[in-house]
C-alpha cells in the first residue's frame, strides 16, 4: 500500500519561501507523476502542480513563477518550494500520487499539513 | 472562484439518492474524459470515488455513480447513507495539461 507523508515548518513569515517535503513509502516514486495540492482553510482544493519522476514538470499558471517542484528518486522524495508567500498561501498542502493515461486522477493522498503564513 | 462549478450545498433523507453537477468547459469536462471525484471528511484528506467520469476505484460502493454530458459532470449516490455526510469535490484536467477543482459541495443527511 503506497503512504504518502508531508513533512515542513508549519509556520512561515510573509514574503518567505514555503517549503515541503513528501515521503513516498510502499512504492516507488518511479514512472508516475506526484501532485502539491492546497486547501485553505474552509475553502476548496487548488492544483498547484506536478513532477514527474524524471523531472518534468507543470503548475498552476495562477500560481505564476513562484512554484518550485523537484524529486529525489534516491529518497523516494519530492518536494514544493513557495516562494514570496503572503497570508493567502495558508492552507493544508496535499501531495498526492497522479495516475496518468489512460486515466488522470489522483489516487493516494497524504495526510496534509497545515502551513500558516504569519509575521 | 474555482475553475468548475459546483452547488454549495446539496441534501437528502437516508435511503434517498442524490446528485451533484460539476460545470466546466470545453478546455475541461467538456474535452476529456479525465473527470474524477473525492470525497472529503472533515480533518480528513480526499478519498478518491470515482475516475474516468465513472469508474469505481476497489472498494467503492457501488451506490456512488458518474457521468458526463457536454460540459457537465455529475455524481450521483443513490441510498443515502450517514456517513455519505461529507464534501465532495469533482476535478478535470485541461487543455493545458493542469488540473482544475470544483469549488466543492457540502452533503447533508438529514
Known amino acids: 500500500q503506497v503512504q504518502l507523508q508531508e513533512s515542513g515548518p508549519g509556520l512561515v513569515k510573509p514574503s518567505d519561501t514555503l517549503s515541503l517535503t513528501c515521503t513516498v513509502s510502499?512504492?516507488?516514486?518511479?514512472?508516475?507523476?506526484w501532485s502539491w495540492i492546497r486547501q485553505p482553510p474552509g475553502k476548496g482544493l487548488e492544483w498547484i502542480g506536478h513532477?514527474?519522476?524524471?523531472?518534468?514538470?507543470n503548475h498552476n499558471p495562477s500560481l505564476k513563477s513562484r512554484v518550485t517542484i523537484s524529486v529525489d528518486t534516491s529518497k523516494n522524495q519530492f518536494s514544493l518550494k513557495l516562494s514570496s508567500v503572503t497570508a493567502a498561501d495558508t492552507a493544508v498542502y496535499y501531495c498526492?500520487?497522479?495516475?496518468?493515461?489512460?486515466?488522470?486522477?489522483?489516487?493516494?493522498w497524504g495526510q496534509g499539513t497545515l502551513v500558516t503564513v504569519s509575521s | 472562484q474555482s475553475a468548475l462549478t459546483q452547488p454549495a450545498s446539496v441534501s437528502g433523507s437516508p435511503g434517498q439518492s442524490i446528485t451533484i453537477s460539476c460545470t466546466g468547459t470545453?478546455?475541461?469536462?467538456?474535452?476529456?474524459?479525465?473527470v474524477s471525484w473525492y470525497q472529503q471528511h472533515p480533518g480528513k484528506a480526499p478519498k478518491l470515488m470515482i475516475y474516468?467520469?465513472?469508474k469505481r476505484p476497489s472498494g467503492v460502493s457501488n451506490r456512488f455513480s458518474g457521468s458526463k454530458s457536454g460540459n457537465t459532470a455529475s455524481l450521483t449516490i443513490s441510498g443515502l447513507q450517514a456517513e455519505d455526510e461529507a464534501d465532495y469535490y469533482c476535478s478535470s484536467y485541461t487543455s493545458i495539461s493542469t488540473f482544475e477543482f470544483g469549488g466543492g459541495t457540502k452533503l447533508t443527511v438529514l
Open positions: 498526492a500520487r497522479d495516475r496518468t493515461l489512460p486515466f488522470r486522477y489522483f489516487d493516494y
Open positions: 470545453s478546455s475541461d469536462v467538456g474535452g476529456y474524459n479525465d
Open positions: 513532477i514527474y519522476y524524471s523531472g518534468n514538470t
Open positions: 474516468d467520469v465513472s
Open positions: 510502499g512504492g516507488s516514486i518511479s514512472g508516475y507523476y
